[in-house]
């Protein structure tokens, strides 16, 4: 009888002992479930998060940018690569040269009303000066003045009573600019016309330049 209760007892001390293994192993496999959860759901949240919000494009390597602010009315003086000359004649029988800067396809840059300090003063020579005496006179402007349209009178020219027999004919003149342009190197030089001493009808004895052919 005493072993027969002894042998119940230990039956259920191994009951009890299989009953608290289970446990452990099944608290153990809960939270080894709960953790590998965890890491889907993180993984997952991961995934939706790129689907929904995508990453910005890659920035480049480098970049460098530069601007250039031309204020209104002011002149782009790399457009100035070339002058324009002509001869006028005025009323009283004299003349004047006017000069234009203008781009290098020789359009003109019509806003200028000051002479731009970077260029040079041009100044001008007739083909009688040498050996000379020349049949004319050439004044030089003080400064180039502004005749609208970004023409400029740089000089007056006038007859003298004509020092060589006949009077002269077709004397050339050339407007040179020694430096300032975009990309000079050297002095630069425009034909400005040619002119001759003929009679002046409107005075007696008097002599008056007109624009000739070369």
Same mark, same amino acid.
């Given at each position: ?7 119940i ?81 005025? !009323? ?10 203008? !781009?290098a396809?020789?359009?003109?840059? #019509? ?34 003045v ?65 624009? #000739?052919?070369?």
């Amino acid at each position: 009888m005493f072993f027969w209760f002894q042998q119940i007892i230990q039956l259920l001390r191994q009951v009890l002992f299989n009953q608290e293994a289970q446990s452990r192993q099944l608290d153990a496999m809960q939270k080894a479930q709960a953790a590998c959860c965890a890491k889907q759901t993180a993984l997952l949240e991961e995934i939706y998060k790129y689907l929904t919000t995508p990453p910005p494009p890659p920035q480049p390597a480098g970049f460098t940018a530069s601007l250039t602010v031309q204020s209104k009315g002011e002149v782009n003086m790399k457009k100035l690569a070339k002058v324009a000359a002509a001869l006028n004649i005025n !009323d009283d029988g004299t003349a004047t040269v006017s000069v234009s800067l203008t !781009d290098a396809d020789g359009l003109p840059e #019509t806003s200028l009303t000051t002479w731009p300090p970077a260029v040079a003063t041009p100044t001008v020579a007739s083909s009688d000066a040498t050996p000379g005496p020349s049949a004319f006179v050439i004044t030089p402007s003080a400064a180039p003045v502004s005749l609208g349209g970004g023409a400029f009178s740089i000089a007056a020219i006038a007859c003298v009573q004509p020092v060589v027999q006949p009077p002269a004919q077709n004397v050339d003149f050339q407007v040179t600019v020694a430096s300032g342009l975009a990309g000079q190197t050297s002095p630069v030089s425009e034909d400005a016309g040619t002119l001759s001493i003929v009679a002046d009808p409107n005075a007696i004895g008097g002599f008056a330049a007109v624009i #000739t052919e070369p």
